[in-house]
């Protein structure tokens, strides 16, 4: 493993700070997501993090690749939870990410597009992905992947799509987001199966999705979280509770 700090601060402080078990830094990953699974195999603990300055080929939702450049948050993170709705606790680590990138930004301005994308002003700033690993029908582990643009460039071909969080913080670092991200996030697994009545509210208050007509994955009006974090959408007479699929505006 090379010997790698993050903005200036080395791994073993930065698990310190976190109150994390582990915290391993690398140059470059396919996925930080690959290593976890690794680790996570291996005896790994809860709240393990793993950061790669670049990944070759990061991955979102339905087989999609996440750009991910130098300068952008690429984090890994072992998690090991109880009996846990994998929708809700992918809508807690949003609602991390969106409370952090408010927090930078001084005003409530990010929003959550289900199931897992972090907008500001209608672009993508940040994204979530959780993938589950089984023992018989109990979790054994869960590898939580988030991937925030901080301070990398956006190609002119996705500025009107993706935005990076030094456009509205010039001069921030990395570890301003983790340090806000890691603790929360190692917290995410530990709640009720479900979500909460207030959690469901906080994620209504981010909603970009709720009122407007999709084609996919259901056709009709979005309407909001079940407790379970399905999507619900209006069929006009019926309500469909989607728990996976790609998002498509009419």
Request: contains cysteine.
């Amino acid at each position: 493993m090379a010997r790698l700090t993050l903005d200036g601060v080395p791994a073993s402080t930065l698990a310190r700070r976190w109150g994390v078990p582990h915290a391993a830094l690398f140059h470059t990953l396919t996925s930080s997501l690959d290593v976890v699974h690794d680790l996570a195999a291996r005896g790994a603990g809860h709240g393990t993090a793993v950061l790669a300055e670049e990944q070759t080929e990061g991955r979102g939702r339905d087989g999609r690749t996440w750009r991910s450049p130098a300068g952008g948050v690429w984090l890994g993170m072992v998690l090991r939870p109880g009996h846990v709705a994998l929708g809700a606790l992918s809508v807690r680590a949003g609602l991390v990410v969106a409370d952090a990138v408010d927090e930078l930004l001084g005003t409530a301005a990010a929003q959550l597009k289900w199931p897992n994308d972090v907008l500001l002003a209608d672009r993508k700033v940040a994204g979530v992905l959780c993938e589950m690993r089984w023992q018989g029908e109990s979790p054994e582990w869960l590898a939580l992947g988030v991937g925030v643009n901080v301070c990398n460039e956006i190609p002119a071909e996705l500025a009107s799509r993706a935005v990076a969080l030094a456009e509205f913080v010039p001069g921030l670092r990395r570890v301003d987001v983790l340090d806000r991200l890691v603790p929360a996030l190692a917290a995410v697994a530990t709640g009720r199966p479900t979500l909460t009545e207030a959690e469901c509210r906080a994620f209504a208050e981010r909603d970009w999705l709720r009122g407007r007509e999709l084609r996919t994955p259901a056709a009709g009006r979005a309407g909001g979280l079940a407790p379970d974090g399905a999507l619900l959408v209006d069929l006009g007479g019926d309500t469909d509770a989607v728990r996976e699929g790609h998002v498509e505006l009419v």
